[in-house]
C-alpha cells in the first residue's frame, strides 16, 4: 500500500488503509486518571489472616479498595495455591 521508508511512512501515511493501521496502535503514554474520590471502599477488609497448613502467610492484614481499583496480594513465587502444585 504504501512505498518509502519506515520513517516516511509511519510519520506521512498517504493510504487511507495505512492511516488506519497507524491510527490504531494504542499509546505507551498512559491516561491522566482523575485523582480517587473520597469515596466509600468497594472492597474493606480488618485483621485478615490465612496460612496454609501450619504456614501464617497473612498476619492481621487490613486493605481498603477504592472503587475502580485493583489489588493483588501475590506469594513468593507467584504461583498462586501450593496446594494446586504437584510435589
Do not use: C, F, W
Not at 516516511?8 to 503514554?29: G, R
Not at 504461583?79 to 494446586?84: D, E, K, L, M, Y
Amino acid at each position: 500500500m504504501e512505498l518509502g521508508t519506515a520513517e516516511q511512512v509511519l510519520k506521512d501515511p498517504q493510504h487511507d488503509y495505512t492511516k488506519t493501521l497507524i491510527a490504531a496502535v494504542p499509546s505507551l503514554v498512559p491516561h491522566d486518571r482523575p485523582a480517587p474520590e473520597a469515596a466509600k471502599p468497594a472492597l474493606e477488609v480488618t485483621q485478615l489472616n490465612h496460612a496454609y497448613g501450619a504456614k501464617q502467610v497473612l498476619h492481621d492484614i487490613s486493605i481498603a479498595v477504592a472503587p475502580g481499583r485493583v489489588l493483588s496480594i501475590v506469594g513468593e513465587s507467584g504461583s498462586g495455591n501450593p496446594r494446586s502444585q504437584r510435589t
